[in-house]
T-cell receptor, first 114, second 113 residues
Framework: DTAVSQTPKYLVTQMGNDKSIKCEQN?????MYWYKQDSKKFLKIMFS???????INETVPNRFSPKSPDKAHLNLHINSLELGDSAVYFC?????????????FGPGTRLTVT | GEDVEQSLFLSVREGDSSVINCTYT??????LYWYKQEPGAGLQLLTY?????DMKQDQRLTVLLNKKDKHLSLRIADTQTGDSAIYFC?????????????FGTGTRLLVSP
């Protein structure tokens, strides 16, 4: 049973399109995260939700909009895709927002914008 | 702002010890972490250390923390080919009470037989 799952695994699309990436965790965790990993493997947090409430919102263009319909799901919608959005996007979850709790990562979604 | 630096590559022979180093800037970080990323996969937490500790040992892994120099290291004893991966250190930045991880640049460890 996969703990943190993401769909799709690969996404190839053209500039200007709108796309969504879905994330689900079956661990009963309260906190979920979205990270972006660029081609040089640099990993940076984008958003975090705790009990469906947004708690971390980094300096991300407002073309990126996260949505948490319930505690187990955190989706990422991206409008007007740009070449620079090409990256691997990782979802993660932790039991709660405190530092002592491990983050469990999904397998990633490789987004390629052409 | 926070900044976490690591050397990019480390190459060792099977059976040797590996030491991966990390420097960070946020002295208020309560926790410091080591994550492992295998090819095509997400990150997996290896271990973490609370900021009031100097050392933590967990089987083949030893973490050393020098708070004065803001230096963190991960030693892997008896390194195996299965340890080949990218290793990220991370600090819990900004002391907001939330787990806002700031990751290092990653060290690619290559273990040769």
């Amino acid at each position: 049973d996969t703990a943190v799952s993401q769909t799709p695994k690969y996404l190839v699309t053209q500039m200007g399109n709108d796309k969504s990436i879905k994330c689900e965790q079956n661990l009963g965790h309260d906190t979920m995260y979205w990270y972006k990993q660029d081609s040089k493997k640099f990993l940076k947090i984008m958003f975090s939700y705790n009990n469906k409430e947004l708690i971390i919102n980094e300096t991300v263009p407002n073309r990126f909009s996260p949505k948490s319909p319930d505690k187990a799901h955190l989706n990422l919608h991206i409008n007007s895709l740009e070449l620079g959005d090409s990256a691997v996007y990782f979802c993660a979850s932790s039991q709660d927002h405190r530092g002592s709790y491990e983050q469990y990562f999904g397998p990633g979604t490789r987004l390629t914008v052409t | 702002g926070e900044d976490v630096e690591q050397s990019l590559f480390l190459s060792v022979r099977e059976g040797d010890s590996s030491v991966i180093n990390c420097t960070y800037t946020d002295s208020s970080s309560t926790y410091l972490y080591w994550y492992k990323q295998e090819p095509g996969a997400g990150l997996q937490l290896l271990t973490y250390i609370f900021s009031n500790m100097d050392m933590k040992q967990d089987q083949r892994l030893t973490v050393l923390l020098n708070k004065k120099d803001k230096h963190l290291s991960l030693r892997i004893a008896d390194t195996q080919t299965g340890d080949s991966a990218i290793y990220f250190c991370a600090e819990n930045g900004e002391n907001t009470g939330f787990q806002k991880l700031v990751f290092g640049t990653g060290t690619r460890l290559l273990v040769s037989p």
